[in-house]
């Protein structure tokens, strides 16, 4: 056997092990990216769909956010404009959780519709674009002469 | 003067189409007046997009809010230092910078090739040209830094405090340096395909500009897993997100390129995967800026949308359209000169390598786009995190570690058992020793075993070839061991840089390793109440709060705590964590609270503290983590870069190539 094939064949063992690590990786942690219409519609057409792990991307019901006491669980209401849903979170809240921005949590949906979240990411439009419309009402601020 | 910037951008776009134009024409039809006006051209480019850039600094500077971009990224109570950087905080500038650093790059290419490489230099010209192009058609007629508002806002809305720091001023230009950068070594292809000359020439143009590349990429990505870890206070530098694996892709693929163009030199191996990896890296920079700029992929990182996606789909398309055709058409030319001997050679070291190199990029892309490929496929959108990153990677990064230690020191062609013996006895031992070192003093974790004894081993071989290279140098011209050191390495730049490299990488795993023993507590606490644990290495902590304070300053509000934490009843400094809230000239609050994190550094471990949430105004919501061994990655990090520094810095009457590459010079071919 030449070293070229000899090459190719631990190559292939390389990859084909690496793949299998992939795929098996994918199978185990992959979760899906649903909004809450889709976990909706998931969970009516198969129960047992309630139980799965996913991750639910949406934006927070402005005014929906109570803190608990104890600072350690906050219980909120998402939604995408078609399906809202109530969601608690135990765990510290990023800076960025406020009403109105677009979370990502991570977590499954209870048997009295509540979904019981893990992780919570909060993305914030303006986080790193900001549009200055915001400043169009505060006082002190001229208009340009539109030529 | 910003009006002039704004001009300048659209002459600089009309002079780029020209610069491209009678480039590819001249290299064509062999007219020398006509390379010499594109070269002119090229010239020409620089100098207007020097002129637009410096016409957005002074509207920076000068706090011009009729700009979009200004009023968008700036405040009139800003840091100095942060309104210069302002200019690569969004879209708009970002593009225009990159155009800044890649008018810059074709120019001192341009520059230093003009007695040399003349057949290549019109194509490379050309194709630098169209890239510019590209990039100046997407500010022109998509989204311009220049774009003004039909009314003046007394202020802007500011800078977001989390890039608000040092480490953010440096870490994205260094990035783009080394994004930008893949784009000469991928001209010099292009070049090379039309020109049919894949060898002698552009081997070394294209070595020398991967290296600047592979550089500054280091160095970014060092600098942005630092940001992360002092700025976002999560605890860790890492997170798999997709914007931090589109910087990895091409630093992968680069490495992968820097070790295999080596066997190209030495035996004429490897042309076809040569060119490939270098249209990869290029094509894998600009997905980056894709993934970051487009919005397809959900990240935390969270850049706008916008339009200018769609552009970067086209070009990517274009490139790959191109580049296919070309290397299909000349299969013929990229011909092998010579075969795989052995497996027990250093070329086969090599060629593994590469495998895992290109394996963990493919996997980290395949893993990046997986929401999309599962959404076209089966129609729902699956994600996958840092599980599945680590279950790949973990095995795939050891093994490259192992090669780490073998490559460079096993013999070309066929490695003799003498010269196995000879090369590997010491450090096998070294390996050995380490492994039942950490299996006596109790460590289980497999993984992390497995790091540490191969770091043994690799570390090993690289002590033993600096000692015998300092000895033979003490035996032969009877210097000093730092002398010999520093001369050793002066004189054999490539072969020691490159030692000097994988030092960096055997203490970057080690330090990946640590975070196997990271521990994580969240504590709730009032003033004067305490908490107790124990860190990795067994030592007791006690934390006592010293309660909550709020201040004011310039542009912020404070609220910090400060713990006062003694370890085995030692005493230790303060640690104070802070949550600020910026507010601008108008008293409006801007943007969300922002989180200064309490890092008490050391050697052997961080002991990491984050105020999280207050309560009632006198509860702190904290977390206490003890991170082992990060204070590593950023010198690790730092010893690749300096290592890489050496390798491609210019040596004076260096000796001869050997190898193919002088069997090549001394048949004229070159």
């Known amino acids: ?147 | 003067v910003i009006l002039v910037g704004e001009l300048s951008l659209w002459v600089a776009l009309l002079v780029a189409a020209w610069a491209t134009i009678t480039s590819f024409a001249g290299g064509a039809l062999r007219r020398t007046d006509l390379v010499a006006s594109g070269e002119r051209a090229i010239y020409a480019t620089w100098a207007f997009v020097v002129l637009a850039s410096a016409g957005l600094w002074t509207a920076l500077i000068t706090h011009d809010f009729s700009l979009r971009y200004v009023a968008s990224f700036t405040s009139a109570n800003l840091p100095f230092v942060y309104t210069l950087t302002a200019f690569w905080a969004g879209q708009a500038g970002s593009m225009l910078f990159w155009c800044l650093i890649l008018s810059t790059y074709t120019a001192i290419a341009v520059f230093t090739n003009r007695h040399q490489n003349r057949v290549l230099m019109p194509y490379v010209a050309g194709t630098l040209g169209a890239i510019t192009l590209f990039f100046l058609a997407t500010m022109c007629f998509g989204q311009s830094p220049f774009e003004r508002l039909d009314w003046i806002p007394a202020d802007g809305r500011g800078l977001n405090p989390q890039l608000q720091n040092p480490g953010m001023a440096i870490h994205p230009p260094n990035l783009y340096l080394g994004y930008v950068a893949t784009a000469v070594p991928f001209a010099f292809a292009i070049a090379a395909l039309i020109t049919r000359r894949l060898d002698g020439e552009w081997l070394a143009a294209v070595r020398r500009w991967s290296l600047v590349s592979w550089f500054f990429l280091t160095v970014g990505i060092t600098l942005g897993m630092w940001w992360a870890y002092v700025e976002l206070g999560w605890g860790g530098y890492w997170a798999w997100d997709p914007v931090e694996n589109a910087s990895l892709l091409p630093w992968l693929t680069g490495t992968a390129f820097l070790h295999s163009i080596m066997i190209q030199e030495k035996r004429g191996m490897l042309r076809k995967w040569n060119v490939t990896l270098v249209v990869t890296t290029f094509l894998l920079a600009i997905l980056g800026t894709f993934i970051t700029r487009s919005g397809v992929i959900s990240s935390v990182h969270s850049f706008a949308q916008s339009p200018v996606g769609n552009w970067f789909a086209a070009l990517l398309g274009i490139c790959v359209a191109v580049t296919a055709y070309l290397v299909a058409t000349r299969l013929k030319d990229l011909e092998a000169n010579a075969e795989l001997e052995s497996m027990v050679s250093r070329e086969a070291a090599f060629l593994y390598n590469n495998l895992l190199l290109v394996g963990i990029a493919f996997s980290v892309l395949w893993g990046t786009l997986f929401p999309i490929l599962s959404e076209a496929v089966r129609g729902s959108k699956i994600t996958v995190g840092p599980p599945f990153f680590n279950a790949v990677n973990v095995p795939l990064g050891l093994l490259l570690l192992g090669l780490t230690g073998v490559g460079p020191l096993i013999a070309w062609r066929r490695a003799s058992v003498a010269n196995l013996q000879r090369q590997f006895a010491v450090p096998v031992f070294g390996g050995v020793a380490t492994l039942a070192l950490l299996l006596a003093s109790g460590m289980r974790q497999p993984s992390a075993v497995a790091a540490y004894a191969l770091a043994g081993f690799v570390a090993t071989t690289i002590l033993q070839e600096f000692y015998k290279g300092i000895g033979a140098r003490r035996r032969m011209h009877g210097e000093s061991i730092p002398i010999a050191f520093v001369r050793l390495v002066a004189r054999n730049r490539r072969r020691y840089g490159g030692y000097i490299v994988h030092a960096g990488v055997v203490i970057l795993f080690c330090a990946f390793a640590g975070l196997a023993f990271k521990r994580e507590n969240d504590v709730t606490l009032k003033a004067g109440e305490s908490f107790q644990t124990t860190d990795p290495y067994g030592h007791q902590w006690r934390f006592v709060s010293e309660g909550l304070s709020v201040d004011t300053k310039l542009n912020r509000r404070i609220i910090a705590i400060g713990l006062k934490p003694t370890r085995d009843g030692k005493p230790m400094p303060l640690i104070e964590s802070e949550k600020r809230q910026y507010f601008d000239s108008q008293n409006q609050d801007t943007f969300e609270p922002a989180t200064v994190v309490g890092i008490q550094e050391g050697l052997r471990q961080d002991v990491y503290v984050v105020l999280a949430g207050v309560v009632n105004d006198d509860t702190a919501e904290v977390r206490i983590t003890f991170n082992p061994l990060v204070w590593w990655v950023w010198y690790g990090g730092m010893i690749m870069a300096i290592g890489g520094l050496i390798v491609m810095w210019p040596q004076a009457g260096r000796r001869k190539e050997s190898g193919y590459a002088a069997v090549m010079e001394t048949a004229g071919v070159r």
């Open chain 1, 1 to 147: 056997m030449n070293a070229r094939v000899k090459f190719l064949i631990g190559g292939a063992v390389i990859l084909g092990g690496a793949g299998l690590l992939m795929a098996n990786a994918i199978k185990q942690t992959g979760e899906y990216y649903l909004t809450p219409q889709e976990l909706e519609t998931k969970v009516t057409a198969d129960p047992s769909f309630a139980g799965t792990g996913v991750k639910v991307g949406a934006r927070v019901v402005t005014g929906s956010i109570v803190r608990a006491p104890s600072g350690r669980e906050v219980s909120f209401r998402v939604t995408d404009g078609a399906q809202t849903i109530p969601v608690v979170y135990r765990g510290i809240a990023p800076d960025t959780f406020t009403d109105g921005v677009d979370v990502v949590v991570e977590g499954r949906l209870a048997a009295d519709g509540t979904f019981h979240a893990t992780t919570l990411l909060a993305k914030c439009a303006s986080r790193y674009e900001n549009a200055p419309e915001k400043y169009r009402a505060t006082p002190g601020y001229k208009e340009a002469a539109k030529t």
